[in-house]
């Protein structure tokens, strides 16, 4: 099995940068997909193949990867952006799937 | 445009079944895996298996296997995903979600959730 681990939460200003990790050793050999969650609503993918942005996803979204260490970069957050965010990766085949334990981003 | 409308909030006892349904619309159902996750409340996403509505394969997480079955009927375009004796812990919104079928790009369409509330 798999595990994704994800700091519990992280505070910014407005207009600063957030920064959320997700650590595992999966992710040195497969893509990492990033899912906001406003309270009470469905997820919605921000971020794909590590790196990549969904068409309609605002370019302050932005990813990367290193070794087993994923980080998804929030610059100029804005008050909308208070949600959970959830890392999410694989086995090599997308067969087998898991979601990291999720962070809480809160605009102070 | 795109959509899966999934079916309405259920109450069931312990020990029962309850079958969710998520109806695609606007896009080629055979195209797309069909995804189901679950989240307790305050808990964090959980995935529970996928169908490919195609050829009606299926896989499941190896906490599910055996209690959860998902099937579609591609007439209706429309899958469903049943699980088997309830557990109070089983109390959860629970979300279908759509990826490629031959590469995986990630869940980019959900559900709205259905609610399922297990107790006696």
């Known amino acids: 099995s798999y595990e994704l681990t994800q700091p519990p939460s992280v505070s910014v200003s407005p207009g600063q940068t957030a920064r959320i990790t997700c650590s595992g050793d999966t992710l040195s050999k497969q893509y990492a997909y990033w899912y906001q969650q406003r309270p009470g609503q469905a997820p919605v993918l921000v971020i794909y193949?590590?790196?990549e942005r969904p068409s309609g996803i605002p370019e302050r979204f932005s990813g990367s990867s290193s070794g087993t260490t994923v980080t998804l970069t929030i610059g100029g957050v804005q008050a909308e952006d208070e949600a959970d965010y959830y890392c999410?990766?694989?086995?090599?085949?997308?067969?087998?799937?898991?979601f990291g334990n999720g962070t809480k981003v809160t605009v102070l | 445009q795109v959509q899966l409308v999934q079916s309405g909030t259920e109450v069931k006892k312990p020990g029962a079944s309850v079958k969710v349904a998520c109806k695609a619309s606007g896009y080629t159902l055979t195209s797309y895996n069909l995804y189901w996750v679950r989240q307790a409340p305050g808990q964090r996403l959980e995935w529970m298996g996928w169908?490919?509505?195609?050829?009606?394969?299926?896989k499941y997480s190896q906490k599910f296997q055996g209690r959860v079955t998902i099937t579609r009927d591609t007439s209706a375009s429309t899958v469903y995903m049943e699980v088997s004796s309830l557990r109070s812990e089983d109390t959860a919104v629970y979300y279908c979600?759509?990826?490629?079928?031959?590469?995986?790009?990630?869940?980019?369409?959900w559900g709205q959730g259905t609610t399922v509330t297990v107790s006696s």
């Open positions: 979600a759509r990826g490629k079928i031959d590469y995986y790009y990630g869940m980019d369409v």
């Open positions: 193949k590590d790196s």
């Open positions: 169908i490919n509505p195609g050829n009606g394969n299926t």
């Open positions: 999410q990766s694989g086995d090599s085949s997308a067969t087998y799937l898991v």
